[in-house]
């Protein structure tokens, strides 16, 4: 027979689990550990079927969890992804858009010119939201140098957003240069994947 220690300790122990059993329950809707703050406005405008439909990035099914950015990778706890401008990441099909770039240019190409346009157009079709244009570089030259050419390619595909009538105060961009290859390795089939602008929608913290 259990003496009174061991039956108080007994149902302290099922109160916590049974504690425990509710607060999984609640986790957030989404992805993995993904909060639920990164909700989805809804996809109706987006053309195609996700990351890899036509015009939209390189066709592959994206660097992290689902189609986010390996940055927002699933069970991320970094707080620093949500220091851009005060920007909040928000789950969009079709997005991350990667606009890929030449050696050692911020000139938007012809041919990545439909994508700036599908976007501006998705952005124009859904007031409150922003979008993020990451500008990165492949791993040649110096630090310095990468992050200044990120920015002006990150200022490029601004540009041309702008040109297809997406108002100004709904962009930010940001440069990280080298430091966040989408490929790792060298030569040319890597580095070409590297020299990109890469767009995100979000919704102001502010």
Known sequence: MLNSGRLLSAFLVLGVMVFLAGCESDKPAGSGNIPAAWDNPGTANVPGNGAGAPGWGDGSAGTGAGDLPTEWG???????????????????????????????????????????????????????????????????????????????????????????????????????GKDRPAVSGSGEAVWSKNRRAQLWVGKSTK
């Open 74 to 176: 699933a069970g991320s706890t970094d707080d620093s992804i949500l220091g851009i401008d005060g920007v909040r990441p928000i789950r969009v099909e079709g997005f991350p858009v990667v606009v890929y770039f030449g050696y050692d240019t911020d000139r938007v190409t012809e041919g990545e010119m439909g994508k700036i346009a599908q976007v501006a157009g998705w952005i124009n079709s859904q007031p409150g939201y922003l979008l993020v244009i990451e500008g990165h570089c492949d791993e040649r030259g110096t630090e310095e140098y990468n992050r200044a050419l990120g920015e002006r390619r990150a200022i490029a595909v601004e540009n041309a957003l702008t040109a297809h009538g997406v108002d100004l105060a709904r962009i930010r961009t940001v440069s990280y």
